[in-house]
């Protein structure tokens, strides 16, 4: 797991990686002014994974997923995809699939499967049309392929996205805040739609604000805080044996500047946040001695508290 961009080697356990990012940075300018958007992010995706992409508007999330979309270049480190270097506008990117918000990648006026056999022309694909009406029924979009994009509801309108994009067969799929702006209703068929495009086999790389969205389909959390990786690992961690981990936060009258010892502990401001058994939290109580103590309050499991820690504060 890494936590505080304190990062484990990549590759070194488990299958090849298909995406693997290594030391990369990105800075924009205007004028005399600049600003590091990504700061030596490291991290790989295997083959078959689902992982949620979160943290705060201003991140870093939309510029890591041009990078390795292949639409901006790194100024340092490098992106591999399936082992071979991706650099700018390579042809590796062909592999990687990006769904935008709002499907804005589609005509409107024209159908669903026109939509995706225009795509599919563009690339020379053969029996393009047996193709599309085939993903189209695997994703529940059948009744609605024959539809214009601009009449079809928000959330068909990101299916029919997804299914232009697996026309291509892409061994990555990167979605960027798919659910924006979804009902409820819409958000639940999104999430039945993307259970049944794990069984067909791409990577997926989930960019969202929705937290519950990324616990119920997501294994894996990356989150971005300023442009730094602040954290690499399981949404739900299994408890040590033997004991009871359970995630705090500690409420203090004033900001915390003192030392927390050795325990798992992040300090945000007046927060702290603190993974350790119940009868751990006593001992971490008389480490930050003398602090003044608000409040206790325990944690649930899951893609909220991992935020609330480590990339904002969802709620507050």
Same mark, same amino acid.
């Given at each position: 797991m890494t936590q505080n961009a304190t990062l @484990? *080697? +990549?590759g070194e356990e488990g299958p090849a990686p298909l995406l693997d990012l290594r030391h990369v940075n990105k800075t924009f300018s205007r004028g005399k002014n600049a600003w590091r958007a990504l700061k030596d992010i490291s991290f790989a995706? $295997? #083959?078959g994974e689902s992982v949620a992409l979160i943290g705060a508007n201003g991140a870093g999330k939309t510029t890591l997923i041009r990078l390795i979309g292949g639409v901006l270049a790194p100024d340092a480190g490098t992106i591999s995809i399936d082992g071979r270097s991706l650099r700018g506008y390579s042809s590796i990117a062909q592999g990687v699939g990006v769904v935008a918000e709002g499907a804005r990648d589609l005509y409107g006026n024209l159908t669903v499967l026109e939509n995706m056999e225009y795509f /599919?022309?563009? $690339?020379g694909m053969k029996k393009r049309r047996q193709r599309a009406t085939d993903i189209c029924a695997a994703l529940g979009l059948a009744g609605e392929s024959g539809k214009l994009v601009r009449l079809l509801s928000r959330g068909n309108r990101q299916k029919a996205a997804i299914a232009a994009t697996l026309l291509f067969? *892409? @061994?990555?799929?990167i979605m960027d805040e798919p659910t924006l702006g979804m009902d409820q209703e819409a958000t639940?068929?999104? @999430?039945?739609?993307? +259970? =049944?495009? =794990?069984?067909? /086999? #791409?990577t997926l790389l989930l960019a969202t604000h929705q937290l519950e969205i990324a616990d119920e389909l997501c294994d894996r959390v990356l989150v971005l805080n300023s442009g730094e990786l602040r954290y690499d690992g399981p949404i739900r961690v299994a408890p040590q044996e033997g004991a009871r981990v359970v995630e705090y936060e500690i409420l203090l009258a004033r900001p915390? @500047? /003192?030392a927390t010892g050795d325990f798992d502990a992040a300090v945000k401001g007046q927060r702290i946040a603190i993974s350790c058994t119940p009868e751990r939290l006593y001992d971490f109580l008389r480490t930050i001695a003398p602090a003044e103590i608000v409040a206790v309050e325990q944690l649930s499991s899951g893609t909220k508290n991992i935020f609330? $820690?480590?990339g904002g504060d969802p709620g507050r």
């Open positions: @484990a *080697p +990549v995706l $295997r #083959p /599919g022309m563009l $690339r067969s *892409p @061994a990555l799929l639940r068929l999104f @999430a039945e739609t993307i +259970v =049944k495009l =794990k069984t067909m /086999g #791409p915390f @500047a /003192g609330r $820690r480590y």
